[in-house]
């Protein structure tokens, strides 16, 4: 046990560092890294999608890879956003790590690139642990995942400098408390902002873009208790 333990740590200390690398790379690049969790099914590509769109329209320079065990369906969807979108097929990895990132960024970011987003592997509970130099992390939950989500998975809500809840057009028929659901958050991430949002009903849009850009010209992002622990 002791062993599995200090050889986890000993890989997060890797990926931190490597984390480290990236993230003073790409800011001298002028490049914000936001980087999205949720469970799959959450319609973290549909907002994604639509957050690329106006973003584009606005004239932010924007790209996006998403990362998935296999197909290469949700690049195909997010490139109908019109910007740079690339696909990363694990192979079975349940999660993206910093260097991983790294490589696929190499040669591909278009220069002047201002956001890149990054959409992890649909999993809350490997990603969560891992930095990929992102200056903002987003865990999505759809009203239809119940309101214990953030109990059941701490390290990920917990670590979030932002939550958005998705798919709120249908909170009335998924018999959604949103009040529970925004104290378990709390519960395990005091302070943290949690935005609502609808694909198909307008709800939310361009909220993700402003936290985004806010971040990017330096305004302090959410300063989670655990990261504080963990550092």
């Known amino acids: 046990m002791c062993r599995v333990v200090d050889l986890q ?51 932010v320079s924007t790209a996006a890879l998403t990362a998935d065990l296999a197909t290469e369906n949700d690049a195909q969807r997010l490139a109908r956003s019109e910007v740079p979108v690339k696909q990363v097929l694990t192979d079975g990895l349940c999660h993206l790590e910093a260097d991983m990132l790294a490589g696929h960024l190499h040669h591909w970011l278009p220069d002047g690139t201002r956001l890149l987003f990054v959409e992890n592997v649909g999993n809350l ?34 670590l979030a400098h932002l939550v958005i809840v998705t798919k709120t057009d249908l909170a009335e028929a998924a018999d959604f408390d949103e009040a529970a659901f925004r104290a378990h958050v709390q519960q395990v991430n005091p302070g943290v902002d949690v935005l609502l949002a609808s694909v198909r009903s307008g709800e939310g849009a361009g909220e993700l873009v402003d936290r985004a850009l806010a971040a990017a010209d330096g305004t302090p992002v959410h300063a989670p208790v655990m990261a504080r622990a963990h550092a």
């Open 9 to 59: 740590q000993a890989v997060l200390a890797k990926n931190a560092m490597a984390a480290q690398v990236l993230r003073t790379e790409l800011a001298a690049r002028g490049t914000t890294v936001v980087n999205l969790l949720s469970s799959p099914g959450s319609g973290k590509t549909a907002l994604l999608e639509r957050e690329l769109r106006l973003a584009r329209q606005r004239g």
């Open 125 to 158: 509970v490997c990603p969560a642990s891992y930095d990929l130099g992102e200056s903002l992390r987003v865990v999505l939950a759809s009203v239809t995942e119940g309101e214990d989500k953030p109990l059941k998975y701490p390290t990920a809500f917990g």
